[in-house]
Structures are given as C-alpha cells and as structure tokens.
C-alpha cells in the first residue's frame, strides 16, 4: 500500500494564480484533512471531510477550497494565491471512529512545499 | 475548549543521554492525547497515544509518555538519545468529532554526538 501520497511534492507560484493539490489514500478511510504547517505555529486544520461529497472548514480556510468527488481522494485548491499562503500542505487520512473506539489515528502525507511569490 | 503548549522549540541533547520534551494539555473533558514525530523533509508518523487506558504509554523506537492529570502535563521520554531521534515532535489533542486534531507549535529536538 503507498498510504497516503500528495502531489505534487513543490509548487511555485506567483500571487494571483491558482492551483490544485492532490491527496490520494488507499486505506479505505472515510475521514480525510488538509493541514497547513509554518514555523512555530505546528499545524493547522484547513478543511476536512467525513465522506464522499462531504467537506467543512477547518481552523483556517479562508482563501481555500476543497472537493471530494471521490472516497480516495481530496483536493485542496487555491483560487488566487497569497504570499501569506507559503506553507507546507499535509494531508491526512484516517478511519471513522466506531465501535466506542474514541479516536483513530490520523495518517500522514509527506507534505507540499508552496511557495507564492 | 482542548489545546496543547509544548514548553520548548528546541531541545538539544548528546547521544546517549535522556530526552525529556514538555507538553501541557488543556481540555474540558478526558482528554486523547498524542505525540508525532516528522523526521526532515517527511511526513508526520504517530509515536504514541493515550486514550484513558494507562497513564504510562510505550511507543515506537523507545519513546514513552505519562499522562499526569494533576499536572495537566503529557511528556514525552527517552532514556537514552540516538542520533537517528534528530526531529520535530508534536504533541496534539482530540479536538471534537472525527478524530480531529488540535497540535503545539512543535519541539525540534538536536542530538549531538
């Protein structure tokens, strides 16, 4: 299994235009994030999905939007790029909680480097 | 409402020495508690979790946390440090329904020879 891959692995763009990042799981999980990470701040929840056809805003999700048509995959997608949108993008994956299970784990990507000149 | 603070962005140790790196934890209710480990240029793998169960939890390469409700604290050990442990390490949280995540700004730890 190759888990949960993201492309592509860099982007540059300059402010204004747009683009797509792509996140593809092979577990079967119905719950899927995308995370942004910057210096001293960990990492921040922009949007995420408990199913197919189903997306809500995270902690940060203003100047971002997502999709997910298919179970496998969710798309991050900026419409006009920021300079404040220099990050490192993480998507995650992971199964639904059930059977009194509180939690399950989340599985990681290995991540986007942006930048937005 | 749930949040971490992770006490130190860096930590720096020898090889061989114990790692000891700081989470406290603020919930309103029981709290899942979790240590992440993000070697350079990687994705973030889970090292350990607490889930209610015991408050000592054993994870990967050697690593284990105590949950200490009294202190409100989840730190993150080692007994003896080796240079492949060089990483970020992230502490986080359960933060409501679908297994959603809270995370500290991270610690990154150093290892010296």
């Known amino acids: 299994n190759a888990g949960v891959t993201q492309t592509p692995k860099f982007r540059v763009l300059k402010t204004g235009q747009s683009m797509t990042l792509l996140c593809a799981q092979d577990m079967n999980h119905e719950y899927m994030y995308w995370y942004r990470q910057d210096p001293g701040m960990g990492l921040r929840l922009i949007h995420y999905s408990v199913g197919e056809g189903t997306t809500a805003k995270g902690e940060v999700p203003d100047g971002y939007n997502v999709s997910r048509l298919k179970k496998q995959n969710f798309l991050l997608g900026l419409e006009s790029a920021a300079p404040s949108q220099t990050s490192v993008y993480f998507c995650?994956?992971?199964?639904?909680?059930?059977?009194?299970?509180?939690?399950?784990?989340?599985?990681f990507g290995p991540g986007t480097r942006l930048t937005v000149l | 409402a749930q949040s971490v603070t992770q006490l130190d962005s860096h930590v720096s140790v020898s090889e061989g020495t114990p790692v000891l790196l700081r989470c406290n934890y603020s919930?309103?209710?029981?709290?899942?508690l979790f240590w992440y480990v993000q070697h350079p240029n990687k994705g973030l793998q889970l090292l350990l979790k607490?889930?209610?169960?015991?408050?000592l939890v054993k994870g990967i390469n050697g690593f284990e946390a105590e949950f200490k409700k009294s202190e409100t604290s989840f730190h993150l050990t080692k007994p003896s440090a080796h240079m492949s442990d060089a990483a970020e390490y992230f502490c986080a949280i359960h933060s409501g329904g679908y297994n959603k995540l809270i995370f500290g700004a991270g610690t990154r730890l150093a290892v010296h020879p």
């Open positions: 995650a994956s992971s199964y639904r909680a059930s059977g009194g299970a509180a939690y399950n784990e989340q599985f």
């Open positions: 607490y889930t209610s169960a015991a408050t």
């Open positions: 919930s309103s209710y029981s709290p899942s």
